[in-house]
């Protein structure tokens, strides 16, 4: 009897961790997929901040989670190059359910999710200029690099399945080109996310993850008037998970597609709007994703 009991134990923990498991995949790869960008290595005059606000939807057959963010970024003089700085706090609800044989596991988590800071840097053939000397500038070949790092600071309840945090702390480092061919660019880039150990992974169990391996592309149009568009792909290989030394059956390969369009409203004032959706996918964590943003900025010269 208490080899039975002992065994339905385990078997109901085992369950409940790859719930959480699956939970914790969609999540990340949400938030990797909002940080799917064209343009990031664009050239734009330095000392001009850019305050943005917006809102991300991610949906799947099992979960929804909405995304409110609030963003700042800073263009600078990185010797001689232009680089950005950026600082992203977003605030999320997670809602879903989730089946474990014959049990349904459903619950949601509201509050702020892990923040983002970002230092993206031009390495070549985007030189740091004023506003006027700006006004000459003609793109041809850049080649930058950037380092993401998210902070394990959002809200987290060890004792529960779903959570909207991570817990813990990742750093993805990426290189990018960006080609201009007349009102065409473009751009490809490639990185690689680490991830360190939760090690307060519902109730106090160690959840780790292999890196993940990501190469984004993307065909931009710029049009007279300012407007821009873009058609983006992505592919993600990796994240295969542990739990307690445990590997789970969840190794990512995911091809995405996606399209962004960015209008000018006047000097100061823009909107985005984004979408994309998985085309194909290993674990079956495909998603849909559909988001607006608006972005003020500011600086000399404007």
């Known amino acids: ?103 349904v596991i459903s619950g949601s988590s509201v509050g702020l999710t892990d923040p983002i800071i970002r230092l993206a840097t031009n390495l070549y053939g985007a030189p740091a200029l004023t506003v006027e000397e700006f006004k000459n500038y003609q793109q041809d070949l850049i080649i930058g690099a950037s380092l993401l790092v998210s902070a394990p600071l959002g809200q987290y309840d060890d004792s529960r399945i779903v959570n909207i945090s991570n817990h813990r702390w990742s750093f993805k480092p990426e290189v990018g080109v960006s080609q201009a061919l007349g009102p065409w660019t473009l751009e490809l880039q490639a990185a690689a996310t680490f991830f360190t150990d939760t090690t307060d992974f519902y109730g106090g169990n160690t959840r780790s993850q292999d890196p993940i391996y990501s190469l984004q592309g993307h065909a931009i149009y710029g049009f007279r008037s300012g407007v821009w568009s873009s058609f983006d792909v992505t592919y993600f290989n990796g994240g295969r998970t542990t739990i307690n030394g445990a590997l789970g059956d969840d190794l990512q390969q995911n091809w995405r597609v996606g399209a962004t369009l960015a209008v000018p409203v006047d000097i100061h004032n823009s909107i985005k709007f984004y979408a994309s959706s998985g085309v194909a996918a290993r674990t079956g964590n495909n998603f849909d994703m559909v988001g607006i943003a608006w972005q003020y900025r500011w600086g000399a010269g404007l």
Not at 51 to 78: I, M
């Open 1 to 103: 009897m208490l080899n039975k009991t002992c065994g339905w134990l385990g078997q109901t923990l085992s369950r409940c961790l790859w719930a959480a498991c699956v939970t914790a995949v969609v999540f990340a790869g949400a938030v990797q997929a909002q940080e799917i960008e064209a343009r990031l290595y664009s050239n734009a005059p330095i000392n001009y901040n850019f305050l943005g606000v917006g809102f991300t939807q991610v949906t799947t057959n099992k979960f929804q989670l909405n995304t409110e963010v609030l963003a700042y970024n800073r263009t600078f003089d990185f010797f001689g190059q232009s680089g950005k700085v950026n600082l992203i706090v977003p605030y999320a609800q997670l809602h879903g359910h989730t089946t474990t044989g014959s049990q």
